[in-house]
């Protein structure tokens, strides 16, 4: 009598062990979100300007702008893909030269700088809002698509 309940519970627990597997690898991927086009581009542009690490960036402490530089780094290459479908090879341009102006804050050790003084740091951001406004003002001359 012992070994059959032993047995049935083996059996039991493996019946249990055995149902919660399936043939599934997992979780499926997500698909891919939508680009959202030059009218989503122009409200993410529209949203950046409005940092003061944009419209002021002589008066900001570096490390102080590292979220705005890195939203930044995105969306580069969200220009790079929409100069290349509206054949603008000067939009390219403007967001090479974003890159570049990325590439030097990050590389220059901007994201611990704490002090507003002139230097390479607040050239970078200089030269970033130099290049969004450039973006922007090209990006809102395109037709929404």
Known sequence: MRTRIVAASALALLAVLVSGCSGE???KPKPQAPDPGISG???KLEALVA???YSKPGGQEPKGCEKYVT???GTAGTV???AGLAKNPGLDGFATDLDH???AYRTGGCTTVASSAPG???DSL???ARSLREIKSTVDALPDA
Do not use: E, M, N, R
């Open 25 to 27: 690898a997992g979780p």
């Open 41 to 43: 581009l122009k409200v």
């Open 51 to 53: 940092d003061t690490c």
């Open 71 to 73: 939203q930044l780094g």
């Open 80 to 82: 790079h893909k929409q």
């Open 101 to 103: 102006g990325v590439d």
């Open 120 to 122: 390479p740091c607040v």
């Open 126 to 128: 200089t030269a970033i």
